[in-house]
């Protein structure tokens, strides 16, 4: 395993992302807790030893089951982190009730990394509103040793991030954001590492196989990698574009199964950034994956539990944008033939309750109706 230094630790370069992990019957707030037990002692085997959850995943049951996995080592063997769920503005007033049930939830004592999770337009005036006490509180647990390292995850646009780090830049000590070769130039990526070099803050990455996108690339899109590099995986591709950027120290996967955690710790024995060429050449293949993508969705199933008719919503996306994709075709109307009516794109009321809580400030309500539209109604 690869390690990068970060203050006077030395992380693995491969964090567990623990917002995808495997469920019962398809259900996400269901984790497979036997499952999930096995990657953690893969990962812990494979030298991981930094692990991400947050109050939203899984329903808040992903907080518990890594709670559970990691209470069966030593602490000193892992490194923890949680989030504030700032992604919902309902919570912006119980940053104290949340953060201490999040500890009894992980069996810790302490955070040894900390996150205003997902500062983006819909929530940056609140996050730097005082009355909310979020950044005082943060920081008197940082003081008192129950946070060790307080930082910021990011989905907002560069205003966003301009205004965030103008009033807590000098106390964050690291920033997440979503970022891999599609988001390089898709979210601006480039200039979101670029000001934080700036302000000399390294970045943890979520996302690098954007929702497991850059895992699945068709044949034409994998065939000048394969030309490049025909020993390399095409999932690595991604993790290789994520080691030449110098300033990135944790790179997070979401692994839904031990197969993934195998494969990426594998990937992970080796640093092999991109020259120059290859950077070229992968950068094509991204302008090319962009122009026919739809909608960014990462499946984080924010949204999900914000729908009043408990929609789908992921799925259904995944759905349009495949139909959109392939300008029509037969499998969207496939899978939806599988599901039940009253939970087909037709039924969105239009509420728009989703898009307040969606990472990706997606217009969830405006592709039900074109989707809709697209199958006829």
């Given at each position: 395993m690869i390690y990068k230094t970060f203050q006077d630790l030395e992380l693995s370069a491969l964090g567990m992302g623990c917002m995808r992990l495997p469920v019962i019957d398809g259900d996400d707030a269901k984790v497979d807790e036997a499952a999930a037990f096995q990657m953690v002692d893969e990962a812990m085997a494979g030298g991981v030893n930094y692990y991400?959850?947050?109050?939203?995943?899984?329903?808040?049951?992903?907080?518990?089951?890594?709670?559970?996995?990691?209470?069966?080592?030593?602490r000193e063997k892992f490194y923890i982190a949680d989030k504030f769920p700032g992604y919902d503005l309902a919570n912006m007033p119980k940053v104290k009730e949340i953060f201490e049930e999040q500890l009894k939830k992980c069996q810790v004592d302490h955070f040894d990394f900390y996150l205003f999770h997902n500062v983006c337009e819909m929530n940056i005036d609140a996050y730097l509103d005082p009355k909310y006490g979020i950044y005082d509180y943060l920081m008197e647990q940082k003081?008192?040793?129950?946070?060790?390292?307080l930082g910021f995850s990011c989905h907002g646009a560069m205003p966003v991030l301009k205004r965030f780090l103008e009033a807590y830049g000098k106390d964050m000590e690291f920033c997440q954001l979503q970022l891999n070769?599609?988001?390089?130039?898709?979210?601006?990526?480039?200039?979101?590492?670029?000001?934080l070099n700036e302000y000399h803050i390294p970045v943890w990455v979520m996302e690098p196989l954007r929702g497991g996108r850059l895992a699945r690339l068709s044949d034409q899109e994998a065939a000048p990698l394969k030309a490049m590099r025909p020993d390399e995986t095409i999932p690595a591709w991604a993790f290789r574009f994520l080691q030449s950027i110098p300033s990135v120290t944790m790179v997070l996967s979401g692994m839904s199964d031990?197969?993934?955690m195998k494969a990426n710790i594998a990937t992970f024995q080796t640093e092999a950034p991109l020259n120059e060429k290859e950077?070229?050449?992968?950068?094509?293949?991204?302008?090319?994956?962009?122009?026919?993508?739809?909608?960014?969705?990462?499946?984080?199933?924010?949204?999900?539990?914000?729908?009043?008719?408990?929609?789908?919503?992921?799925?259904?996306l995944a759905l349009y944008n495949e139909h959109s994709f392939t300008g029509g075709g037969f499998l969207a109307p496939m899978a939806l033939s599988a599901i039940p009516q009253d939970k087909w794109p037709s039924a969105c009321?239009?509420?728009?309750?989703?898009?307040?809580?969606?990472?990706?400030?997606?217009?969830?309500?405006?592709a039900m109706a074109d989707f809709t539209a697209k199958l006829g109604g």
């Amino acid at each position: 395993m690869i390690y990068k230094t970060f203050q006077d630790l030395e992380l693995s370069a491969l964090g567990m992302g623990c917002m995808r992990l495997p469920v019962i019957d398809g259900d996400d707030a269901k984790v497979d807790e036997a499952a999930a037990f096995q990657m953690v002692d893969e990962a812990m085997a494979g030298g991981v030893n930094y692990y991400d959850t947050a109050w939203g995943y899984h329903s808040g049951n992903s907080e518990l089951a890594l709670g559970k996995a990691l209470a069966r080592y030593p602490r000193e063997k892992f490194y923890i982190a949680d989030k504030f769920p700032g992604y919902d503005l309902a919570n912006m007033p119980k940053v104290k009730e949340i953060f201490e049930e999040q500890l009894k939830k992980c069996q810790v004592d302490h955070f040894d990394f900390y996150l205003f999770h997902n500062v983006c337009e819909m929530n940056i005036d609140a996050y730097l509103d005082p009355k909310y006490g979020i950044y005082d509180y943060l920081m008197e647990q940082k003081k008192n040793g129950r946070i060790r390292h307080l930082g910021f995850s990011c989905h907002g646009a560069m205003p966003v991030l301009k205004r965030f780090l103008e009033a807590y830049g000098k106390d964050m000590e690291f920033c997440q954001l979503q970022l891999n070769y599609i988001d390089w130039t898709f979210q601006n990526g480039r200039e979101k590492v670029d000001l934080l070099n700036e302000y000399h803050i390294p970045v943890w990455v979520m996302e690098p196989l954007r929702g497991g996108r850059l895992a699945r690339l068709s044949d034409q899109e994998a065939a000048p990698l394969k030309a490049m590099r025909p020993d390399e995986t095409i999932p690595a591709w991604a993790f290789r574009f994520l080691q030449s950027i110098p300033s990135v120290t944790m790179v997070l996967s979401g692994m839904s199964d031990l197969e993934q955690m195998k494969a990426n710790i594998a990937t992970f024995q080796t640093e092999a950034p991109l020259n120059e060429k290859e950077m070229a050449g992968l950068m094509e293949v991204a302008g090319g994956m962009v122009s026919q993508t739809a909608l960014p969705c990462t499946a984080c199933h924010y949204c999900v539990s914000h729908c009043p008719k408990g929609l789908n919503i992921p799925e259904l996306l995944a759905l349009y944008n495949e139909h959109s994709f392939t300008g029509g075709g037969f499998l969207a109307p496939m899978a939806l033939s599988a599901i039940p009516q009253d939970k087909w794109p037709s039924a969105c009321i239009g509420c728009r309750s989703c898009e307040k809580v969606c990472p990706q400030q997606l217009k969830i309500s405006e592709a039900m109706a074109d989707f809709t539209a697209k199958l006829g109604g």
